[in-house]
C-alpha cells in the first residue's frame, strides 16, 4: 500500500498573466492530519480544487491513494471528500434532508442511517430536523462536514474548515479531524489559525506566491541557523528562586516558570541562535548563582515557523523537498 494518501509534482497553474501555482510538489502521508499553510492568495484553494479535479492543471500530476488522478477518475471521486471554502447551503431544507438529498447523489445504499451517523459525528443529532437557513454559521459548517463525510471518503480535503467558528466550534471540528483519523482517514486542511493547526496536524504544508516553502513536521522546517530564540532551562534549584532574579538581568527578554526546576527563557535583542544562544544563558545563570542541569531549544511553534519561513531574507527553497514522508 502507498505510504502518501496524497502526493503532488511540480503542479503549475496559471489564471490569465497570474501564476497562482508554480512546480507545486509536497505529499501527505496516509492516516494523518495535514495542514496547508500559506498568506491570502498563496495558492491553496487552487491546489486543493487541482487534486479534487475542480481545475485542471497546466502542468504536473497527482496521486490520490497511490493511483495518479488522470487514471479512475470516477473511482477516486469517491474515495475523496472535499470541502470548499464557501460551501452552498440550501437554507429551506433541513439538515437532514440536505443529507439524504447528497446520499442519494452518491448513490449511498443504506442512506437513512449512513446519514444518522453523521449527523451524530458532526454534533447535529438535535437540531437534525432544522432548517439550514436557521442555524449559526458553525452549525451550517457541520452540515457542510457531514456532507462531505457522506460517502465514507479515505481522504478529506477541507478548506479553511474552521473559517469563522468560534472557540468551541474550533474545539469540535478539532475533535471531529481527531476522530477521523482515529478510523484511520487522511485530512488535509487549510487555515490561518497557526494555533490551532499546532494542536491537531502531524505535518504541514507552506506555500506562498504560488510556490511550496516546504513541507513536512514544523520542528524540521525552520531554515538552518534559525532558531526560535525561546530555550528550556533546567535547573538544580527551584525555579520560583530565581524568576524574579533572571527576569531582572538586562539580556532577559522573557523567563517563566514550566515546572519546579525548569524554566523557559528567552534572551533580548538579537539573539543568537543554537549553541551560542544556550552557551550564553549558561553563562547567565551561572554568574547569577544558579546552577543548569540542562538548556534545551524549545520545540518551534508553528508560529516561529511561519514566520521565519516568510521572511524575505528566507527564499523559497527550490529543489522539490516537499515529499518528506
Ligand atoms: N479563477 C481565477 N481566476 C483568476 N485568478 C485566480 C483564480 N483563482 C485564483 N486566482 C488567483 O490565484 C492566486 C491564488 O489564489 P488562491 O485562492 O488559490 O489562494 P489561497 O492561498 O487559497 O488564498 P486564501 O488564503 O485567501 O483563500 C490569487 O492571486 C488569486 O487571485
Redesign the pocket.
Given at each position: 500500500m502507498a505510504i502518501h494518501a496524497l502526493a503532488v509534482y511540480a503542479l503549475s497553474?496559471t489564471?490569465?498573466a497570474?501564476?497562482?501555482?508554480e512546480d507545486a510538489t509536497f505529499a501527505v502521508t496516509r492516516g494523518e492530519i495535514a495542514g496547508f499553510l500559506?498568506?491570502?492568495?498563496?495558492?491553496?484553494?487552487?491546489?486543493?480544487?487541482m487534486i479534487v479535479g475542480l481545475?485542471e492543471p497546466d502542468a504536473g500530476e497527482i496521486e490520490l491513494l497511490g493511483v495518479r488522478r488522470g487514471n479512475r477518475r470516477r473511482e477516486l471521486r469517491m474515495l475523496v471528500g472535499y470541502l470548499q471554502?464557501k460551501p452552498r447551503i440550501y437554507p429551506e431544507m433541513t439538515a437532514r434532508g440536505y443529507l439524504r438529498f447528497f446520499a442519494d447523489l452518491y448513490g449511498i445504499v443504506d442512506s437513512g442511517s449512513r446519514v444518522g451517523e453523521v449527523i451524530e459525528r458532526v454534533g447535529l443529532a438535535s437540531a437534525a430536523d432544522r432548517r439550514l437557513g436557521n442555524f449559526s454559521r458553525g452549525m451550517q459548517q457541520r452540515a457542510c462536514l457531514a456532507r462531505v463525510m457522506l460517502h465514507r471518503p479515505e481522504l478529506l480535503i477541507l478548506?479553511?474548515p474552521t473559517l469563522g467558528l468560534d472557540p468551541n466550534g474550533i474545539a469540535d471540528m478539532r475533535a471531529i479531524f481527531r476522530e477521523m483519523k482515529a478510523e484511520g482517514v487522511t485530512l488535509l486542511f487549510?487555515s490561518?489559525q497557526l494555533a490551532e493547526m499546532e494542536r491537531v496536524c502531524d505535518s504541514v504544508v507552506f506555500?506562498r506566491r504560488?510556490r511550496v516553502l516546504a513541507a513536512g513536521r514544523p520542528a524540521e522546517l525552520l531554515p538552518p541557523g534559525v532558531s526560535t530564540g525561546s530555550l528550556a532551562v533546567e535547573l538544580y534549584e527551584p525555579a520560583a528562586h530565581c524568576l524574579e532574579h533572571i527576569a531582572g538581568l538586562p539580556e532577559v527578554e522573557h523567563v517563566r516558570q514550566t515546572a519546579p526546576h525548569r524554566v523557559e527563557l528567552v534572551l533580548g535583542g538579537r539573539t543568537a541562535c543554537g549553541r551560542d544562544a544556550r552557551a550564553q544563558a549558561a553563562r547567565l545563570f551561572l554568574r547569577a548563582g544558579y546552577t543548569v542541569l540542562a538548556i534545551d531549544a524549545a520545540a518551534p511553534s508553528l508560529e516561529d515557523v511561519f514566520i521565519s519561513l516568510t521572511r524575505p531574507e528566507n527564499p523559497v527553497r527550490q529543489e522539490p523537498a516537499g515529499l518528506v514522508h
Open positions: 497553474k489564471f490569465g497570474k501564476r497562482a501555482v500559506g498568506p491570502n492568495g498563496a495558492g491553496k484553494t487552487t491546489v486543493m480544487n481545475t471554502e478548506d479553511e487549510s490561518h506555500m504560488g
